[in-house]
């Protein structure tokens, strides 16, 4: 009933700029900063800003899984960034990796891991990673 007009096959990242248009432009965003104030609008904002930045990540991620260059890494440190992608830290690791092809090299980057299997320092872990890019890896 109440979602009659709309579209449910709506890519996340349409839905996002649909949403901050309402809210930043026109009459909607005048009203809302009226009525909602400076704070909430600055806070809805940051909510969204976020939103955009797990999107891109997860774009980010897809890729790699399917182009990135494979590799073992050693963990040298590892640090938690305080953000959560459904459920699931997202962390700064340190990595001495070993490719498959080319010489070894160390990297920092964030990378989601699950909360059941956080990677220890000192463990081993299988990569995927960029290689314009070295600071772009997701654990596989």
Request: charge should be neutral.
């Amino acid at each position: 009933m109440f979602n009659a007009g709309k579209n449910k096959n709506q890519d996340p990242k349409d839905a996002l700029k649909n949403a901050s248009d309402k809210l930043n432009k026109g009459i909607t965003g005048g009203l809302a900063k009226a009525f909602m104030g400076k704070d909430f609008m600055d806070q809805a904002n940051s909510a969204m800003d976020m939103a955009n930045q797990a999107l891109e990540g997860v774009d980010t991620a897809q890729q790699l899984a399917v182009e990135g260059a494979d590799a073992s890494a050693e963990v040298i440190s590892i640090q938690d960034s305080g953000q959560t992608i459904n459920m699931n830290p997202v962390v700064i690791l340190t990595l001495k990796v070993t490719p498959a092809k080319g010489e070894a090299f160390q990297t920092s980057g964030q990378s989601m891991v699950s909360r059941l299997n956080v990677p220890r320092v000192g463990e081993t872990v299988t990569i995927k990673y960029n290689p314009k890019d070295k600071t772009q890896f997701i654990i596989v």
